[in-house]
């Protein structure tokens, strides 16, 4: 079957659509045109001009064929149970069959036949009734009875009214037609019931053939010509009852209205009525004057056939006309449409059949499906795709394509908003869909419309998809592009090729927001090294996070200088004073304390401080800042940089220069001096020249500049020049306070007596006479090395020799308390008790252990009570039988702690070995002994354990018969010889090199 349509463009929905029945049904209908249809809900029943009947299934395959006639079959009736069929032609028989059966009927009426039909209870009532009428002008009901089948004529005998061209049993009533009009007969009451008379403008029903159906088994549709009427049959209550005879029935024309078309049939549809309408060919006339040519009027070109629905008040509510081939070559009469029961997936549904003599087209109501099928033809996909979606019964429409289809539609009518707001619910997780979808919309240039609603994950598209859009965002907006970026998974796109791109348009225009663009994504990209640069062009306080939380310690070396400057506009604006005032800041502090995170290797420490030094070389106060919070850290590291050391302290600290200048010996001297010379820093002047041997004239340097005696004595002792110390002398004699100083100051360095011999005759000197006091005093009680040497030969009381003597003699006294106390007896009586037994100490026949303490213990109780059972000789012995383990003990322990111990043992053992050979003593010896028995004893736990858990895991279970791969007998059995002696590689091969006998084990 396929479906067929006319290329009619409709506004409207039809209501119906149409199925061509083809496979048996073309190929039947092809030899010999058909005459008559018949239909219901197990086949279809044709009959043809050539006396053929055909049953065919409703997918038009061929189930059954006859030929009982020799002519036209012109009527086809069926019961309704569907077991009997019978037929009427011109050739004047009439054909019953059964049609699962062998039974079957013919009724030679020797006139030709209009129409025939069964009793709807035919297969079930033993009278096997039905009627038939024809050109004879007689409707005939068809009875078995005793004597055979007997006829009743229902027509009237007594008027001339004409060939019966149609008949309808329906129940009880039967109704038929003729020239004369229409007849209602109940078969019940065997009695008329109504004539209907032919309207004066109907035709000749050999013409247009009369139509009969019942809506119900009341009312009965009439279609002749262009006119229909409703005839209502009710019962005549008026009429009184005797003898319980049957109430009378009236038949009553309900209704009747007239068409512009002529009738071919009239069925009941639904709540309405479907009219089978035959246009009047152009120029056509029908009435009584014209019609008897029928040559004439056949020579005109029919017009197609319609199907219209009628309300029951002859109000059309719809039209469609019907896709038939040939349809100008056909009459009114070639048609016909009957009702009938169809399968399909959801069941039975009713629908019609129309045939014309070539073709035969299933009539269906368009149910949702249909409606789907024909917006979907309509290319009103919006409105298919939400209709598809509340269909309830099972089809075959792909919700998915219908959904992209109407999107492709939106695009192509230019609603691209509308199509980019449905592509989330309509695409879902499509992932080649949706990236179809995105490059519809790259080629028609809309990528700002779809850009939104293109998702990130489920689906996730193919990363050239999210490449597109990011750099056209990265050409036409700025702002959106550094959102992508901040809200998309990194992992959905080359960010390489996204950094390249930035990259370039940085170079033709450097906004700040292409900036922080590249800044996050090398921040994606793991490359925060990269980001440190940008931040610091940004000016972003978050410099600083970043290097915290990615431990940016060695890339910070590379911008050292613009950290630190970034850092201190940050610090100045908050307190400037932490800055003047000596303050390193955050950045300093990180270069300082992350100077060994990641070199550990020197030559690579001292270059990552190179670096540094480098970038600072020309902001001194940086670079001072660093080095000095670096010689903090590890004063090894700036040793390369003494001289800028002495520059920068001279600089900006002065307090630190000159114990810098004491502690180094790295810098520069020369360079040195000239920093100081140019600061007049005379103290470290004085340093300096010492250094370089220019005793006397930093000696000037101290008297001349500084005027301090005191100075200039410690220099003289630093030196240790006694060259230096004349000068000294020399310089002071003209000078009072000098001497009095040198006086004041004098020690072992300098000879008083030989300053006072060079004091001048005359000379005033303020304060003589208490130095001299002084110098007498102290020389008394001085006590030093350096002149115990320099003047050996006087006696002097030494202090710190006496000191000596105290110290060496209280030494010695209590050494030997000491050593008296441990060598001393221990005193011991009968009374002394053991303190863990608390028994007698000293027993005959047992070992006492007393200690320095005082405690005395019996050996037996430290040992146990089995010492009396073993017989030991020595101390040693004992001991050494005392760590010997228990093999009861064992018992209790698992095997983990087993092997722990037994681990344990056998490091002792090696240890005590290596003792042994290094001259170990005898207790070493005795106790090897015992570390070996106790090796042997949890060796030999360790195996009855074992024997014991095999003992336990076999218990109860049957030793195996034989030494093959265990097998059920099932498994063995269907085994094939091959299979049985199969071998693997590794087993073929064991047999050839370590071959053995296989022995079983017999119960």
């Known amino acids: 079957m396929s479906s067929i349509s006319l290329e009619i463009d409709y506004d409207e929905e039809p209501p119906f ?11 039947s209908t092809l030899k010999d045109s ?24 409703h997918s038009g395959h061929r189930i059954k064929a006859f030929k009982p006639h020799s002519a036209t079959i012109s009527d086809i009736s069926l019961d309704s149970e569907q077991n009997y069929i019978a037929t009427a032609s011109v050739d004047g028989q009439v054909f019953i069959s059964s049609i699962y059966g062998q039974e079957r009927y013919y009724f030679d009426i020797k006139r030709p036949m209009r129409c025939v039909a069964l009793d709807p209870h035919f297969s079930t009532k033993s009278s096997r009734a039905f009627i038939c009428g024809g050109l004879n002008g007689r409707l005939t009901l068809n009875e078995k009875g005793w004597l055979g089948h007997r006829q009743i004529d229902l027509q009237p005998t007594d008027r001339e009214e004409g060939p019966i061209y149609n008949c309808i049993w329906n129940n009880h009533l039967v109704a038929w037609s003729n020239d004369s009009g229409i007849r209602l007969y109940d078969v019940q009451l065997m009695k008329l019931i109504a004539f209907i008379p032919k309207l004066d403008i109907s035709p000749r029903p ?34 009184p009852l005797h003898n319980y005879e049957h109430p009378q029935l009236l038949a009553e024309i309900e209704s009747t209205f007239e068409m512009d078309a002529m009738i071919s049939s009239v069925l009941p549809f639904e709540n309405s009525l479907l009219v089978l309408a035959w246009l009047e060919p152009d120029g056509a006339l029908l009435n009584d004057e014209t019609i008897a040519d029928k040559n004439a009027q056949r020579k005109r070109a029919s017009k197609r056939p319609e199907l219209r629905v009628l309300t029951l008040d002859g109000e059309e509510n719809a039209e469609d006309r019907l896709p038939i081939r ?51 033809e309509g290319k009103h996909y919006g409105e298919a795709l939400e209709s598809a979606k509340t269909l309830t019964v ?61 998702p990130k994950k489920q689906p996730q598209l193919d990363e050239q998809v999210y490449a597109i859009i990011l750099h056209h965002l990265l050409q036409t907006n700025h702002r959106d592009f550094y959102t992508s970026i901040i809200e998309w998974p990194s992992d959905i796109y080359d960010i390489g090729s996204i950094i390249s791109a930035v990259q370039n348009e940085i170079e033709n225009d450097e906004k700040e927001i292409l900036l922080e663009s590249l800044a996050e994504l090398y921040l994606r990209n793991r490359q925060p090294g990269k980001v440190l640069p940008i931040y610091l062009k940004l000016e972003k306080y978050e410099v600083f996070d970043l290097i915290k939380k990615y431990s940016l310690w060695t890339d910070i070396q590379y911008q050292a200088l613009e950290l630190v400057k970034f850092d201190e506009g940050l610090t100045m604006s908050e307190s400037q004073s932490q800055w003047i005032e000596g303050g390193r800041g955050t950045v300093i502090k990180m270069l300082v304390d992350h100077t060994y995170s990641i070199q550990l290797r020197s030559n690579l420490i001292v270059k990552k401080v190179s670096r540094v030094v480098d970038q600072l070389q020309h902001e001194s106060r940086y670079l001072y800042l660093y080095l000095d919070a670096l010689r903090e850290l590890d004063g090894m590291i700036v040793e390369p940089y003494a001289d800028n050391m002495v520059e920068l302290y001279a600089e900006y600290d002065y307090s630190k220069l000159e114990g810098y200048l004491r502690t180094n010996t790295r810098y520069n001297l020369e360079k040195a001096y000239k920093v100081c010379e140019k600061r007049d820093y005379v103290q470290e002047m004085v340093f300096i020249l010492g250094r370089m041997g220019s005793n006397k004239l930093a000696l000037s340097l101290i008297i001349e500049r500084l005027g301090d005696v005191k100075r200039a004595i410690a220099f003289a002792k630093e030196q240790s020049d006694d060259d230096l110390w004349e000068d000294l002398l020399k310089y002071s004699e003209s000078r009072p306070t000098f001497i009095r100083g040198l006086l004041e100051n004098v ?10 011999k060079r004091i001048k005759n005359g000379l005033e000197i303020p304060g003589l006479k208490d130095a001299l006091i002084k110098i007498l005093r102290d020389f008394q009680i001085q006590v030093s090395c350096c002149s115990y040497y320099r003047y050996p030969n006087k006696q002097k009381i030494s202090l710190l020799e006496g000191c000596q003597t105290v110290m060496h003699t209280d030494c010695q006294r209590i050494l030997d308390e000491l050593l008296k106390a441990h060598s001393k007896g221990q005193l011991g009586g009968p009374n002394t008790r053991c303190a863990k037994s608390q028994e007698k100490a000293y027993k005959k026949n047992e070992t006492t252990l007393v200690y320095n303490d005082g405690r005395t213990y019996l050996a037996s109780s430290l040992l146990g009570e089995r010492t009396g059972e073993v017989r030991l000789k020595t101390i040693d012995q004992k001991i050494a039988w005392k760590v010997q383990v228990r093999a009861h003990e064992l018992q209790s322990k698992n095997k983990t702690d087993l092997l722990n111990q037994l681990h344990e043992l056998k490091g002792e053992l090696v240890q005590l070995r290596v003792a042994k050979v290094a001259g170990g003593s005898a207790s070493k010896l005795t106790k090897i002994h015992s570390v070996r028995k106790s090796i042997a004893r949890v060796l030999t736990v360790i195996n009855q354990k074992q ?13 195996p018969l034989d030494m093959r791969h265990k097998k059920t007998r099932a498994i063995r059995r269907r ?19 370590f071959g053995r006998r296989k022995f079983a084990i017999k119960a």
């Open 975 to 993: 085994l094939t010889p091959k299979e049985q002696n199969a071998k693997t590689v590794r087993q073929h091969k064991r047999e050839i090199h």
């Open 326 to 376: 040939n349809f100008y070559l056909y009459g009114c009469n070639d048609y016909k449409l009957v009702p009938s029961l169809f399968p399909t997936r959801n069941g039975l549904k009713a629908g019609f059949y129309f045939m014309s003599p070539r073709d035969v087209v299933r009539v269906e109501a368009r149910d949702d499906i249909d409606h789907v099928e024909w917006l979907i």
């Open 34 to 57: 058909a005459s008559i249809l018949r239909c219901c809900d197990q086949f279809i029943a044709l009959g043809t001009h050539a006396g053929y009947l055909h049953l065919f299934s």
């Open 206 to 239: 050999d013409l247009f053939r009369v139509s009969l159906s019942f809506i119900d088994h009341h009312t009965l549709i009439i279609g002749w010509g262009s006119i229909i009427r409703l005839v209502k049959i009710r019962y005549r209550h008026s009429a």
């Open 394 to 454: 099972e089809h075959d429409f792909n919700i998915d394509e219908l959904g992209q289809m109407y999107l492709r539609s939106l695009i192509t009518d230019g609603e691209y908003e509308a199509a980019a707001s449905r592509a989330t619910e309509i695409l879902k997780l499509n992932t080649s869909a949706w990236e179809d979808f995105f490059y519809t919309f790259a080629n028609y240039d809309k990528l700002d419309v779809i850009i939104p609603v293109i």
């Open 947 to 959: 024997r014991q858990h095999v003992a336990e895991a076999y218990k109860g279970k049957r030793i």
């Open 17 to 27: 659509k149409y199925t061509k029945i083809g496979a048996d049904v073309s190929t």
């Open 747 to 756: 020690g072992p360095e300098i000879d008083p007596v030989r300053l006072i």
